[in-house]
């Protein structure tokens, strides 16, 4: 019924539980996998530009769940406020629970490219064969995670942690991130190249889009194209 | 925290789920996704690049090992994962113009879900659900949606176009150009940075421009000694 692909597009969904404890310095370990995740905002460009098929991702803490409750705001609430005579308890009830969580969860969200294969594994196997050591870094206090020394154990353990997602929706396209950014450097260069070929000759213009095609090699995906993550106009 | 990437808002928002209708609302959730035209009001707004629900069990939060404690939670947990353009308020207000039925739909079996009209309320909801991004990462910084959607237009109509003008003389070529050209007015267009393209590349940049600054300062000092 759910399902985490939507055409040759994947919907990861991670909840890694983070232990409760200290550092010796006092400090809590999810404060640690934040402060971590915060350094990669400080890189020249984040480190899952490296892992292949990445789309967009996420990382956060989820500390804890948030029930909003406001007094007096649910339809049985308003009936016990009609009837003074109802007593605390009864009021209570129909207000909604308070919930905690026990643990605090990293959280990683991706969408990535999986093929018609559909599957999780490559990705992840690519993954941990790129970034290994930056993973180990932010997963290094999780619970379970000490289990975990190649790309075969990173798999199992990321699908322990997996949630199914129950509606995925993509509104861009699930074509394989080369074939992505190949067409978004294509697109930019030959807004480019109508903008400065107005008003030539049939004859220039032939030539000069010949000479453009050449140098823009649109069936080639490796190159000249935009590299992931870039973020500026050279 | 950085809940932008370029282009790209994050979006988080965790709901509580009433054990009792989660059934129910999975049911409205695979309508959505299996009967055709149903998602027709979501690809409208155009400035998604992707969008995921997922509910989680009260007992089904990962549990990895004998020492961790095991969770009691009384609700289910409704988790919504967003990808778009544009800023918090044109998103959110954008579900509330566009499909606001749809919305509420899918939404309103989250413990006090006021619904999506008016708006101040539906803000306020959201706002106290939404869970701010650490890092986010975009592939693609400088395009929107609407740009990945374009660009493949864009490729296969260059290729296309190409193969067909081949042979043409000069003048049977210019008029094949400025058919395309006409063809792709909507896809075609600059994509240039965004004021801040990232946190984190707001914060390099301006981290390279302090550090060249000193550099150019300590020069001048040595020179003029």
């Known amino acids: ?234 | 925290m950085s809940n932008i990437a370029g282009k790209a808002y994050a979006m988080n928002v965790i709901s509580p789920l009433r054990p009792s209708m989660t059934w129910l609302n999975k049911f409205l959730f695979w309508s959505a996704g299996t009967l055709p035209g149903v998602l027709k009001g979501l690809i409208t707004l155009s400035l998604i690049h992707y969008a995921r629900w997922v509910i989680i069990g009260r007992d089904q939060f990962p549990h990895l090992d004998e020492t961790q404690p095991k969770e009691e939670l009384s609700y289910n947990y409704m988790l919504f994962f967003s990808n778009f353009n544009g800023s918090w308020d044109q998103y959110v207000d954008s579900f509330t113009f566009a499909i606001p039925g749809g919305l509420d739909t899918l939404w309103k079996w989250t413990v006090r879900y006021p619904k999506s009209v008016p708006l101040t309320p539906f803000h306020d909801y959201i706002r106290y659900n939404q869970i701010e991004t650490i890092h986010y990462y975009n592939a693609y910084p400088l395009a929107a949606s609407n740009d990945v959607k374009s660009a493949k237009t864009v490729k296969s109509s260059l290729i296309k176009f190409n193969q067909d003008t081949q042979n043409l003389s000069d003048d049977e070529f210019l008029k094949s150009y400025n058919t395309l050209l006409r063809g792709l007015q909507h896809d075609l267009g600059d994509m240039h940075p965004t004021p801040i393209v990232s946190m984190s590349a707001y914060q390099v940049e301006r981290r390279q421009a302090w550090h060249e600054k000193n550099l150019l300062e300590q020069q001048e000092q040595s020179h003029g000694k």
């Open chain 1, 1 to 234: 019924m759910a399902s985490n692909i939507s055409g040759n597009a994947y919907a990861l969904t991670i909840l890694s539980p983070i232990k409760d404890g200290f550092t010796q310095d006092e400090i809590a370990y999810s404060d640690i996998v934040r402060d971590r995740l915060q350094g990669w905002n400080a890189e020249s460009n984040s480190p899952m530009t490296l892992t292949p098929q990445t789309y967009l991702c996420r990382f956060f803490v989820l500390d804890d769940v948030y029930t909003e409750s406001l007094p007096g705001a649910s339809a049985l609430d308003t009936i016990v406020d009609w009837l003074p005579f109802v007593p605390d308890w009864a009021r209570r009830c129909a207000l909604p629970a308070e919930d905690h969580l026990k643990s605090r969860y990293l959280v990683f969200s991706s969408n990535f490219y999986c093929g018609p294969g559909g599957s999780v594994d490559d990705y992840l196997r690519g993954m941990w064969n790129a970034i290994g050591d930056r993973v180990q870094d932010i997963w290094g206090y999780c619970y379970g995670f000490e289990a975990v020394n190649d790309a075969d154990s990173f798999i199992a353990y990321m699908k322990k942690c997996q949630l199914t997602a129950t509606l995925f929706f993509v509104g861009a396209n699930d074509d394989p991130l080369e074939e992505q950014l190949k067409a978004l450097y294509l697109k930019q260069e030959f807004a480019k190249f109508a903008v400065d070929n107005q008003g030539l000759s049939a004859a220039e213009l032939k030539q000069n889009f010949q000479a453009f095609f050449e140098r823009v090699q649109p069936a080639n995906l490796s190159a000249p194209t935009w590299a992931a993550g870039k973020y500026r106009l050279d």
